[in-house]
């Protein structure tokens, strides 16, 4: 399970459309998600998408920190073929970080709750609701797929900071009425996916 590299913004790879995975029980698609898995921990972040190593191909990774996910901890995740269809209309804005953007952290506007499907590593259907976070890296890692980074999804660049000056921003947003972040996630630098 080596630790890859991480391709960085600029790379052509990460604004590609991935290609959909034939067979989620093909071991060759297990040694991927194991690979991708030892680079988020290594990295270390919450989520990883296939791009984000150089491969193509429909599949991350994903956890959800007890601390993170307002009360609700996800262990390691692999899903392939991952499909995300929002249930609300509701944006909230949380700050972001991608390990293909190092040293930036971002608020981005993120659906509230969605539904996402996709498949295990044991050809079985995942199907799930997700909230807050987890919503929001489920929905950071499928965009890795689509050629979509997080900067892409923000409509004010002026909530674009280096990770070291965050604070001044949330002393700013503290006093501002109207950006709404979501509860604690204003309040340090989140780990990047
Ligand atoms: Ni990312």
């Not at 659906?111 to 919503?135: K, M, N, P, V």
Request: charged letters at 25%; a negative charge.
């Amino acid at each position: 399970m080596p630790v890859l590299p991480i391709a960085r913004m600029g790379n052509p790879v990460l604004r590609k459309i991935a290609e959909p995975i034939a067979d989620p029980t093909d071991p060759a698609v297990a040694r991927l998600a194991a690979d991708m898995i030892a680079t988020m921990l290594d990295a270390p972040g919450v989520g990883l998408a296939a791009p984000q190593i150089a491969e193509s191909r429909r599949i991350i990774v994903f956890r959800i920190p007890a601390d993170r996910g307002e009360g609700e901890e996800v262990a390691n995740t692999v899903l392939v073929n991952p499909v995300i269809e929002p249930l609300t209309d509701d944006m909230v804005m949380g700050w972001e970080g991608c390990l293909s953007i190092p040293g930036l952290r971002g608020l981005v506007p993120r659906y509230a709750r969605i539904r996402y499907r996709g498949y295990g590593l044991d050809g079985a259907r995942i199907d799930r609701e997700a909230s807050g976070f987890h919503a929001r890296v489920v929905q950071h890692e499928v965009d890795h797929l689509d050629g979509v980074l997080y900067l892409d999804r923000m409509d004010d660049l002026r909530l674009l900071v280096c990770t070291e000056e965050m604070h001044h921003l949330n002393a700013a947003l503290a006093a501002a009425t109207h950006i709404t972040a979501a509860p604690g996630a204003a309040t340090d630098a989140p780990t990047p996916a």
